[in-house]
């Protein structure tokens, strides 16, 4: 009986010994940080056998330690202290199920990200749809879809469904080839201009690529001065060079047909050859305005009549 009772107060001796090593060892963990400064409270549960996609934030520019300006773990979450306790969920949450106010989520990001192209943001039509950051960004991975140019479009088309249905039309900007991408032309963070564009009008957004059509010419054509899309669908069309209708009936939704009727004269008049067919027929056979009127941007040429314009 002796004996036993010597038996198992050395077993349970040899037990604190051991829970108090482990304990030991939990402690040196919880001391360490892994990834960012001051993480080693998280990182002793979300290691990278449990949360694999957590330690991620490491290979991404929010896991830069030699920047002073990195966050930690707690400038995003928040203190989180019932979390830390087992108990709930952070304070503030980031995925698609949270709970958390987007406006809370949204506050959290610009504490960091202020100014620069986020200087609209309070006032842009993506904040007051109550559309959160980490809806279009990924902030625990090394690859942000919505900042890379060959997937940004499927972020944006998300949301963007009509534009998407756009892009897939005969006439379009070269989208699927990763040449033009929607960042572009706008800036979803907000802007001063309309539509989220980059810059203050739509001309001025077109010009940044199309310098060409800017001018200035000694002969204007007035809708290109006012907005390129009274004429141009920019997320793509069906008809040539994103036109919004084909010609000519584009040009005579302002030219009314009085000069250069667009409708088949009378056969007869084909046959005795009268002077009245020689007016409609550029029009009539397909080859629309622009064959005598080339320049529709605008001209440098001396005489602002059909005859001048001719190539």
Same mark, same amino acid.
């Given at each position: 009986?002796?004996?036993?009772r010597?038996?198992?107060?050395?077993a349970?001796?040899?037990?604190?010994?051991?829970f108090?090593?482990s304990?030991?060892?939990?402690?040196?963990d919880?001391?360490?940080?892994?990834?960012?400064?001051g993480?080693?409270?998280c990182t002793?549960c979300h290691t990278?056998e449990?949360?694999?996609?957590?330690?991620?934030i490491?290979k991404t520019?929010?896991?830069?330690?030699?920047?002073?300006?990195?966050?930690s773990?707690?400038?995003c979450h928040g203190e989180?202290?019932?979390?830390?306790?087992?108990?709930?969920l952070? $304070?503030?949450t980031?995925?698609?199920?949270s709970t958390t106010?987007?406006a809370v989520?949204?506050?959290?990001?610009?504490?960091?990200?202020q100014g620069?192209?986020?200087?609209?943001?309070?006032?842009?039509?993506?904040?007051e749809n109550?559309?959160?950051c980490?809806?279009?960004?990924?902030?625990?991975?090394?690859? $942000?879809?919505v900042?890379d140019?060959k997937?940004?479009?499927?972020?944006c088309?998300?949301?963007h469904?009509?534009?998407r249905?756009?892009?897939?039309?005969?006439s379009?900007?070269?989208?699927?080839?990763?040449?033009?991408v929607?960042?572009?032309?706008?800036?979803?963070?907000?802007?001063?201009?309309?539509?989220l564009?980059?810059?203050?009008?739509v001309?001025?957004?077109?010009?940044?690529?199309?310098m060409?059509?800017?001018?200035?010419?000694?002969?204007?054509?007035?809708?290109?001065?006012?907005?390129?899309t009274?004429?141009?669908?920019?997320?793509?069309?069906?008809?040539?060079?994103?036109?919004?209708?084909?010609?000519?009936?584009?040009?005579?939704?302002?030219?009314?047909p009085?000069?250069?009727?667009?409708?088949?004269?009378?056969?007869?008049?084909?046959?005795?050859?009268?002077?009245n067919?020689?007016?409609?027929?550029?029009?009539?056979m397909?080859?629309g305005?622009?064959q005598?009127?080339?320049?529709?941007?605008?001209?440098?040429?001396p005489?602002? $009549?059909?005859a001048?314009?001719?190539?």
């Amino acid at each position: 009986m002796k004996d036993l009772r010597y038996l198992l107060a050395a077993a349970l001796q040899g037990l604190v010994l051991v829970f108090g090593m482990s304990a030991g060892a939990h402690a040196a963990d919880a001391g360490k940080d892994l990834v960012l400064r001051g993480d080693a409270v998280c990182t002793t549960c979300h290691t990278a056998e449990m949360t694999p996609h957590v330690l991620e934030i490491g290979k991404t520019t929010m896991g830069t330690t030699a920047d002073p300006r990195t966050p930690s773990c707690i400038s995003c979450h928040g203190e989180s202290l019932k979390h830390r306790d087992g108990d709930g969920l952070p $304070d503030r949450t980031f995925d698609k199920k949270s709970t958390t106010p987007i406006a809370v989520r949204n506050k959290a990001c610009l504490t960091c990200h202020q100014g620069g192209e986020r200087i609209h943001w309070t006032r842009s039509p993506h904040q007051e749809n109550q559309v959160a950051c980490t809806s279009c960004h990924s902030i625990h991975t090394q690859h $942000d879809k919505v900042r890379d140019r060959k997937t940004q479009t499927e972020v944006c088309f998300t949301c963007h469904k009509t534009q998407r249905a756009e892009m897939r039309r005969a006439s379009r900007h070269p989208i699927a080839e990763g040449k033009v991408v929607c960042s572009d032309c706008h800036n979803p963070h907000g802007t001063s201009g309309p539509n989220l564009l980059r810059r203050d009008n739509v001309n001025d957004t077109c010009y940044t690529c199309h310098m060409e059509k800017r001018g200035p010419f000694l002969h204007s054509h007035e809708p290109v001065q006012e907005d390129c899309t009274i004429c141009h669908n920019p997320h793509g069309s069906s008809n040539p060079t994103l036109l919004k209708v084909r010609l000519p009936f584009l040009c005579q939704t302002c030219h009314e047909p009085n000069r250069h009727p667009g409708t088949m004269p009378d056969p007869t008049a084909i046959n005795s050859g009268l002077s009245n067919f020689s007016t409609n027929k550029a029009v009539i056979m397909g080859r629309g305005c622009v064959q005598c009127h080339a320049d529709v941007h605008g001209s440098n040429t001396p005489n602002n $009549d059909a005859a001048a314009f001719r190539h």
